[in-house]
């Protein structure tokens, strides 16, 4: 019974042996390069390579002919006939600080699209600038049908700028 006591002892201490693994760190692979200096970049200067968009009095950005539209906006229209003739009356509102000077129309469309009515937009002295703050519009409608219950809608005829200093009269 010592004997096989003794041959347990040495087999269990061979397996014990045979699971030691040597734990020392090994360096393996491709050593890592010498550190080489980098060459600095060109010093980065600014070059202005466009123009600067144009800007209107209020710093926006005129990007479209009709840029000064958005300046105005009208209100309390009212079409009416009276004798033989079919007129708008109503308000136009310039926001911006100076008077503006274009054209807009007021057209009537058919359900096909078809033109049926159409008025030039004028001022109170029957001119096209627009003061800064509220001006009294007005237009005689061309048309041989009742517009007043139809819809219309202003078209832009000659883009809205700013209208030129007026002289005073000698």
Same mark, same amino acid.
């Given at each position: ?12 201490? $061979?397996?014990?042996?045979? +699971? ?13 390069? +010498? ?21 209107? $009095? $209020?710093? &926006? ?73 509220? &001006?009294? #519009?007005?237009?005689? #409608? ?29």
């Amino acid at each position: 019974m010592k004997r096989l006591t003794a041959l347990i002892l040495v087999l269990a201490l $061979l397996f014990a042996l045979a +699971a030691c693994d040597n734990a020392t760190p090994v360096l393996a692979g491709t050593p890592t390069p +010498a550190a080489t200096p980098t060459p600095l970049p060109d010093a980065f200067s600014a070059e202005i390579t466009a123009q600067p968009l144009p800007t209107d $009095l $209020l710093g &926006n950005e005129i990007q479209a002919s009709e840029h000064y539209w958005q300046y105005l906006s009208f209100g309390e229209m009212r079409v009416y006939e009276y004798s033989d003739g079919t007129f708008l009356d109503g308000l136009c509102v310039n926001a911006y600080p100076e008077p503006l000077d274009g054209a807009v129309r007021i057209a009537y469309y058919t359900s096909e699209g078809e033109l049926c009515g159409v008025g030039a937009i004028h001022n109170a002295e029957g001119t096209t600038r627009l003061e800064t703050g509220t &001006n009294a #519009i007005y237009a005689e #409608i061309n048309t041989d049908i009742d517009v007043t219950q139809m819809d219309f809608v202003l078209e832009v005829v000659t883009p809205y700028t700013p209208a030129a200093a007026e002289t005073p009269a000698p």
